[in-house]
């Protein structure tokens, strides 16, 4: 197993065996946040709002790839959305322990551009992402994460 992937799964243990003082206002609390950031940014491509959710700081740890900045997500959700403009994607909270938050994201959209170097297939893909946010003054700072959009994009 990569490493990544079991850092991720330790994260994801560790927080999941905390317990907040009322884990269910808590847990609505990052569940409607983390969903709200979802639903703007990604799903209506909302990228004028970035502000009010990422930090100028921000970094974003996938692997060995690390991408900094409000300009790197806007490009990001950018490309993204260019791949699969029908995308969607549906959010569940797994854990949250203070400021850090444990999530499994579903991307579902079909693949009408270039994306990770594969051209466009016409298929409708779905795939998961993993990821673990660290939030400071109500803003995501940094975020590490594991996704299956690689063996998808291979497997067709």
């Keep these: 197993m990569h490493k990544k992937y079991?850092?991720?799964l330790l994260v994801l243990f560790?927080?999941?065996?905390s317990s907040p003082a009322d884990e269910s206002e808590v847990l609505r609390?990052?569940?409607n946040h983390v969903l709200t950031i979802n639903q703007v940014l990604v799903n209506q491509g909302d990228l004028d709002r970035i502000p009010e959710f990422i930090a100028e700081s921000y970094v974003a740890h996938s692997g060995e790839q690390i991408i900094s900045g409000r300009e790197a997500v806007h490009d990001f959700i950018s490309t993204l959305r260019t791949a699969f403009p029908d995308l969607?994607?549906?959010t569940k909270v797994v854990a949250v322990d203070g400021n850090f938050v444990s999530w499994v994201r579903i991307?579902?959209?079909t693949h009408e551009a270039e994306f990770m170097g594969v051209p466009p297939s016409g298929e409708t893909l779905t795939w998961q992402a993993v990821v673990v946010t660290r939030y400071e003054d109500g803003l995501v700072v940094e975020e590490w994460g594991a996704s299956t959009i690689g063996n998808v994009l291979l497997r067709r």
């Excluded at 560790?14 to 065996?17: A, D, L, S, Y």
């Design 107 to 109: 991307h579902r959209g």
């Design 6 to 8: 079991i850092f991720t």
């Design 29 to 31: 609390d990052w569940d």
């Design 88 to 90: 969607h994607v549906e």
């Design 14 to 17: 560790v927080f999941g065996c």
